[in-house]
Structure formats: structure tokens, C-alpha cells
């Protein structure tokens, strides 16, 4: 694939986002080059037109990641009529466990991700506190091995699709509801939908999401703001990750800490490395008040709280790692959840297993769980037992 004005058109950067996490192999070429406009002309294209091309000549019109998806053979064919064993909702460290797990078993299972198989674990540039990797791993290696090796058990994955509504037939079949309308019957749900950034309320934020305002700091991200400042908001561990990684490439990175120091959320050794690292400068009582530019960000303010001053920064990259917002809108009716929207499960629900929620058949897993602990780790091991679960249940119901 090749995406032609990935630095000035936003589309083409999307689409390159989804190529990068979901591993397509993409080359970026930029616009007004030699290279540019031989393949604009071999294509048929305005060479000062942004494109992205599929193989040596197909220009997409109006690219969709669906359309990639396609073309690549990322995306499951459906069928109403197929029934499978356990859907898995959700593709981070928790889902993919839990389709190894059920592959292994030979329980007929089926992944859907609306994004990228990693959820927000694979846009962590390097975790160094997963057992078995001394010397640390991307979320996105670690997930895409345990995609593969779920692929081996015969667990199938749909990759862009957002579950958007839940219903149970009257013999006991779940039917879910897909965003682009087809649908996915199952015998059990395990939801594992994790949770995403909080999306701030700063003025001209959101025109600029994918232009310069991102939620992953990848190596697509670090190419788009090489030598130059950036701005990274949040004070956990993917904050501090993400400043790390982008302190190789960037001139100077801003960490914006809203408190007076690094939340307490923050491994020890990763805020020593941000407080020695003379690359990163710490901004306490610090927040992003607004962002500014034409087609892409060009500048931003910032506002110290405890000064009360506002000061200009010319930057072309800001990276929001702040908050943790569960995905559970789609399960509103279906079961219990907390009053921050994260999913009740054990006792707490009224169930028998820790992973049970208050809908028997449905188990929840991972940072969508009320409760859980926010680790990769933890999600893994999750994903892991509550197999164990599903299986138990599918036996009593065939059982009846």
C-alpha cells in the first residue's frame, strides 16, 4: 500500500494509523517528490492530490479503514446464520488471551475490534514490566503474537468492527448489533472492550484529532513531529511511555501534569527515567487550554493554574493520555454497570463467577471490568480463566 500526502492530509494519515497497527505493510511518500508523481501519473491521479493506493495501481476513492481491511483480508466475512461458541468483543491483551484460550478449548470464537487488534495496549510503545520480556515490548508486538497464536486455535477475528447493540433471542442466543448494520450471534459474549483516553474539553481539540492531536504515540506518530516539540498530557504509565519514546526523535518533549507531581499511578522506575531524562520537562499544574492551526496543528496554549498564566507553544504533535472511559455504551440495558459505566461482574453483579455479570452468559474481562486492575498483565490473565467460565456454561446449557 502506498499513501501519498500522509504529512498534509489527514485521511491518508488515518489510514495510515490503521496500516501501522494493524501491521499492513505502507510506504509514505510525500507529495510534490519525483516518486510522487510518477506514481500519480501511473495511476491516473493529480499528483498534487493526496491518494492511497492498493497494490500497483487501485486509488481508493474516499478510503475507509473498512476498505483496507478488505483488500488485505483483515475482515471476517459474517453470517447471520452462523452461531459461534463465545464472541469476544474487544481486541486488547484481555480479548486476545481469552481467544487463545477458547481456540485451544475448540470453542468456535470470533474477535471483533473496531480499530486494531491491541485495543490501547497496542499503542504503548514499550512495556518493560511484562513478565518473560526483560528488555520490554511494544503493546502491539505482544498482542499481534498472541492474534497469531489464537489464529492457530482457528479463532477467527473482524477487524474494523464496533459492536453498537446487544439482544437475546428466545432460545437463549445473543444477537449483536454491528455499526455498519450486519449482525453476530453467539452462544456467550465475553466483553473485553477495555477502556480509551478521555477526549478533554479544549477549545479546537477535537478538529485537530488525527492532524496533530493523537491518542498512541507509534512510530507513525514520532515520523509526523521528528525534530520538532511536543506535548504530552497525562501523568500514568502511558503517559510517561509515550514521553520516553517520543524523547528519541522529538527536539523537546512537555510532559502537562494537572497536579503537583506524576500521578502515583506511575511505575517507579518509569518517573525516574522522566525526571532524569534532559530531552523531558515536567509541567506541573499544568493543563492544554487550546489548540490552533490551519489544516494542521500549529501551536497551542498552555495554562499554569498555580501562576494563573497562559503561554504560547509551537508544536505539531499533542498526545492525550488522560482518563480511562470504559466502551460499554453498546451494553446499556444488558447488564449492570457501575456509576463510571465499567462492568459489574462477581458478586458485585449478583453472579456466581468473578467474571460473571448480572446477564448469565456474558462475562467481562480486562479494564472494562468494575474493579479491575489496570495492568496488561492482570488483562492477560483474566482473558485467560474466564474461558474456564464460559466453557462451565456452555456445558450447563447444553445440559438443559
Sequence with gaps: MTLLGGEVDRNVRRIADFANRNRIPARQVELGSREAADIADQCGLDPAHPAVILGPSVALQNPTPRQVAAYFGLDTTLSGDRVYDVLIVGGGPAGIAAAVYAGAEGLKALVTEDLAIGGQAGSSSRIENYMGFPTGI?????????????????TRFAVPRRATAV??????????SLEDGEQVR???IVVSTGVQYRKLAVE????????????????????????????????????????MFLSRSARRVHVLIRGASLASSMSDYLRNRLESDPVITLHTHSQLSACYGDNLLDHVTIHNAEEGTDWRLDTSAVFVMVGAAPNTDWLSGCVDLDDRGFVKTGREAGAASIYGTSHPGVFAVGDVRSGSVKRVASAVGEGSVVISRVWSYLQERQGN
Design 138 to 154: 511494544s503493546g502491539a508486538d505482544l498482542c499481534w503474537r498472541g492474534e497469531v497464536q489464537a489464529m492457530k486455535f482457528s
Design 204 to 243: 479546537g481539540l477535537e478538529t485537530f484529532e488525527g492532524a496533530g492531536v493523537y491518542f498512541a504515540a507509534t512510530d507513525l506518530e514520532a515520523r509526523y513531529c521528528r525534530d520538532t516539540e511536543v506535548v504530552v498530557i497525562g501523568g500514568g504509565n502511558s503517559a510517561g511511555q509515550a514521553a
Design 186 to 188: 453467539a452462544r456467550s
Design 167 to 176: 439482544a437475546e433471542e428466545p432460545d437463549g442466543i445473543f444477537r449483536i
